[in-house]
């Protein structure tokens, strides 16, 4: 078997679970180096992950390591400065969340990688998630008649880097973070059903000493097919990471719990090693969940990438699809600025402002 030729670009939490992703179960790529901006990091992650090359160069990595697919899990501030040179080269990306902090730097991604001929495959696993996708399917057979709402949320109690909550190097605060996922689910549900009417309101409620950004969020998104979508997010829900949706129709419900009908309840007097992710103690009763990544999606998102680029294929998840989710994002923060339903489709007087800009106030102008 001819295997696809993998660099991956980071070293951080997210790496870590691509590697894992690749190793036990895409068996068609082959990961041939890694990148990160510290040397000593990019060392110790290529001897833990068995990478033969590494390097703290990134013209280095695209140009020399012999990759075909770059596999980008980078800061969100450097999204587009990757993929631009990983395009320039000639190579197939992968993109973890969010496309980019702007939606200029997301016009420019899907041009130069359309320019290039290469793929541009947006990383959102709630797409590929084995339980969510189970609901789809049940969706797909007419088990609840005709949708009229759907909800997601994703809630846990902070981030696992300091970058995430400088809202110049992030975009935004939890909505950029995680909020993306049920959007992005949401239009997958729906079959890219577009986005009318945004209505938001957020707040800062536990990390005001860290952030700018707001670290607990509700949007609600009307769609032109009549559903109407909620979409939750927080950073400040202790406990460990809580990821959930609902599905309501005309002839039924489901109900759909990412992580609790996949854990082990347990009880420990003194504590274990690893919960869940972002629980911060396993001490007393904890939900230890089993096969973490197979059920957030990872191996099934990556298998498919690599399956696109070895067979031509379009993949499901595009950049044009993390582009419509970014949008969505800023009508988002507009309308918590302002107050209001914000209509779609929605552009702010600048296409180089970050998303969270809006909310802050500083350009509060802004044309349909």
């Avoid at 309308?335 to 209509?343: E, N, P, T």
């Amino acid at each position: 078997m001819q295997r696809t030729k993998v660099a991956i670009l980071g070293a951080g939490f997210v790496s870590d679970i691509h590697m894992e992703s690749y190793h036990r179960f895409v068996p068609e790529a082959e990961v041939v180096a890694v990148y990160t901006r510290n040397e000593k990091k990019a060392k110790a992650f290529a001897e833990k992950h068995n990478i033969p090359q590494c390097y703290d160069q990134l013209d280095q990595i695209i140009d020399e390591s012999g990759c075909e697919v770059v596999d980008i899990c980078l800061p969100n501030y450097l999204h587009a400065s990757t993929v631009l040179r990983a395009a320039a080269a000639g190579k197939h990306i992968i993109i973890e969340k969010p496309l980019a902090v702007t939606l200029e730097e997301a016009d420019a991604m899907i041009e130069a990688c359309k320019a290039a001929g290469v793929k541009l495959m947006y990383a959102e696993e709630l797409c590929f998630a084995p339980k969510y996708e189970r609901v789809r399917q049940l969706v797909k057979e007419g088990a609840v008649g005709e949708i009229y709402m759907l909800k997601q949320s994703e809630k846990h109690s902070g981030p696992h880097s300091d970058w995430f909550y400088d809202v110049n190097l992030a975009g935004g605060g939890v909505l950029m973070d995680m909020g993306c996922h049920g959007i992005a689910w949401f239009r997958w549900m729906l079959n890219n059903a577009k986005a009318v009417s945004v209505y938001a309101t957020m707040s800062t409620v536990l990390h005001k000493e860290r952030t700018k950004g707001e670290d607990f969020s509700v949007v609600i998104i009307e769609f032109n097919d009549g559903v109407t979508a909620v979409v939750e997010n927080s950073w400040a829900k202790h406990g460990g990471m809580d990821d959930r949706s609902e599905v309501y129709g005309t002839g039924g419900v489901i109900y759909a719990d990412l992580f609790m009908g996949n854990a082990a309840i347990s009880y420990s007097k003194h504590g274990y090693g690893y919960a869940m992710e972002k629980a911060d103690t396993t001490m007393g009763w904890s939900f230890t969940v089993f096969e973490e990544v197979f059920n957030q999606g990872y191996p099934h998102e990556l298998k498919h990438f690599i399956e696109c680029v070895q067979q031509n294929k379009e993949p499901l998840v595009t950049g044009e699809d993390g582009r419509a989710v970014l949008e969505i994002i800023y009508a988002a923060y507009a309308s918590a600025a302002q107050g209001k339903k914000i209509m779609l489709p929605f552009t702010p007087e600048s296409k180089s402002l970050k998303p969270i800009e809006l909310w802050l106030g500083k350009f509060p102008e802004t044309v349909g």
